[in-house]
Structure formats: structure tokens, C-alpha cells
């Protein structure tokens, strides 16, 4: 099974702007820069649907089955099914 290597790109805290905390069912708080409503209407106008997740609730089992695009520097991964694989 070959891996994937992912690129994270570091913003220093001085230069985030304002800053949402998400929680995932896991329990665990993902710092997001955009509101889920403000997402959503990202992917229904790229992709008709609304079928997305932060970078820090998906594993990558999910990603190697789901066709999805990476948005890195907002963290989202806006998967291209309206439903996953």
C-alpha cells in the first residue's frame, strides 16, 4: 500500500485572521478560519453539493476511496461525490 505525502503549510498566530473552533465527533477541536454555512456555499457552487470536511476529521482511508479535492490553505477537503464511497 503506497502512502501519500501531504505538504502543511504553517501560518504563524500574528498573521491568522479571525479564528472559529469546531469540535469533531471524535471530541477533539479543529481551530477553522471559515464557518461551516460560509463552506458549504463554497462546495454547492463548485460541486452542486455540500459534501466536505475539515482536514482534521478526515483520515485517509477515507481520502484513498472518495474522490476529493484539498483546499490547504483553509484546511477543507471538498469531496467531488455528493456522498461518500
Do not use: Q
Not at 477541536?29 to 460560509?38: F, Q, R
Amino acid at each position: 500500500m503506497a502512502t501519500e505525502e501531504i505538504e502543511i503549510l504553517w501560518i504563524p498566530e500574528g498573521e491568522t485572521k479571525h479564528v472559529f473552533v469546531e469540535s469533531t465527533p471524535e471530541g477533539d477541536n479543529i481551530p477553522v478560519d471559515l464557518p461551516a454555512s460560509t463552506v458549504d456555499r463554497l462546495c454547492k457552487k463548485k460541486f452542486g453539493h455540500t459534501n466536505w470536511a475539515r482536514m482534521g476529521a478526515v483520515v485517509p482511508e477515507e481520502l484513498h476511496h472518495n474522490p476529493h479535492e484539498i483546499d490547504y490553505l483553509e484546511g477543507i477537503v471538498y469531496f467531488k461525490n455528493p456522498t461518500m464511497v
